[in-house]
């Protein structure tokens, strides 16, 4: 029992000592698009990817000298378009999402790979909200039957991904790092609240997932 005591101790101290705060910012270009499925009889298809761009906080959490727990807070551009058939008209929509997004990973890292650089792994998942939403570029949305919905309502309230992703860092003084690396968001949450929802349509069973792949770019001091 002791012996359990003083191990635990010990882990704690070591983790007390390695305890270390990096807030940051971060840009992070990508490329998002729309994971489409729907009913056989209206073709559902993912169509064309979008650039986007997002950005904000970050704060890596130091726990041990190779280990950071990390998260902060994003604003994020995520959409695509998407085709289906309905009777037998082919119709597409393009979806732009910009989301409210908090980050909740493990980054680890190496030791280093030449003076100064370390290359980092990231693992876990982020919640997100949509602050706002366009269909086709407009804040509304005529739809073949004319009617009228807001593109917000074509949207659940919350969604949540999944990340993994790696990249370098590099020590430019006592206080201040760059990094860069490569990011890919897969989207668990059908956003869809249009088919089943918001129209009265026979087009039932409709789901609609975001996928990322993001140029993490920043800066930590």
């Keep these: 029992m002791k012996k359990l005591l003083f191990t635990l101790l010990a882990l704690a101290g070591t983790s007390t000592a ?4 990096e807030i940051g910012l971060k840009l992070s270009p990508s490329i998002t698009s729309l994971r489409a499925d729907g009913p056989s009889d209206n073709k559902f298809e993912n169509g064309d990817g979008k650039l986007s761009l997002g950005g904000g906080l970050l704060v890596d959490y130091f726990f041990g000298e190779n280990y950071a727990f990390s998260t902060g807070l994003f604003l994020t551009g995520r959409g695509g378009t998407f085709t289906y058939v309905e009777g037998t008209i082919p119709f597409q929509q393009k979806i732009a999402i910009q989301y409210l997004e908090l980050p909740a990973t493990v980054k680890l890292f190496t030791n280093e790979v030449s003076p100064g650089t370390r290359v ?3 693992l876990g998942g982020a919640l997100a909200v949509p602050v706002g939403t366009r269909i086709n570029g407009e804040k509304r949305y005529v739809d073949p039957t004319n009617q ?4 917000s309502d074509h949207v659940k309230f919350i ?5 993994v992703g790696a990249g370098a860092e590099y020590q430019l003084g006592s206080n201040t790092k760059i990094f860069a690396g490569l990011s890919y968001h897969r989207g668990l949450v059908n956003i869809d609240s249009y088919f089943d929802d918001e129209r009265n349509t026979k087009i039932k069973d409709v789901t609609i997932k975001n996928s990322e792949v993001a140029l993490d770019l920043g800066i930590k001091f």
């Design 159 to 163: 969604d949540a991904n999944v990340l």
């Design 148 to 151: 009228e919905t807001k593109a």
């Design 18 to 21: 390695f305890a270390q705060v």
């Design 120 to 122: 980092y792994f990231q």
